[in-house]
């Protein structure tokens, strides 16, 4: 079994729809959370950080932890086609700066269609 | 400073070949990660430098590469004699210390043909 497991998609949805987005995980230990997004022929851009379990809102993203379900979500609200990327969930065990330690799930593409 | 800057941004090379990638970060960033990343794979962490140390390398990282980063700034990463099963985008990342954001370049896709 994979430390982080996430559904490579793809997903398409119409534009204006909510999107839900899920990894989960087998280390307990994890507790630095992430949600980076990757535009085609891009490298990642961090959209979402948070630590331990608890929600998490900036605009129209919504970062959700749930650590006794071992499983965190990402919520886009009023989708965009300019949403349309892969989205790449990252955890970590140990202190914030410890990225090399960082364990990515292998991304889901989403497509949000006009 | 406009982010993280990675070039050449796409090579194509025949196997056996040498090929090398040059990564500069922001400027105010001490920390610098090579990560590589295949077709539907996450990142996967190749090796990490703070300042010009390089203080670890993944086991994914075969004799065939070596990275530098000779004065705390830019730095390059080589491969030798160079594999189909290297072909893959090379990424670079910059970070400040103790914090989770990783800031990446737009990475350079390598092809061997």
Redesign the interface.
Known sequence: QKEVEQDPGPLSVPEGAIVSLNCTYSNSAFQYFMWYRQYSRKGPELLMYTYSSGNKEDGRFTAQVDKSSKYISLFIRDSQPSDSATYLCAMSANNAGNNRKLIWGLGTSLAVNP | DTG?SQNPRHKITKRGQNVTFRCDPISEHN?L?WYRQTL??????LT?FQNEAQL?KSRLLSDRFSAERPKGSFSTLEIQRTEQGDSAMY?C?S?Q???????????S?LTVL
């Open positions: 993280v920390r990660y539907g794979q996450g990142p996967e962490f990490y670890e990424l990342a970070s210390p103790n914090t989770g954001e990783l800031f990446f370049g737009e990475g896709r």
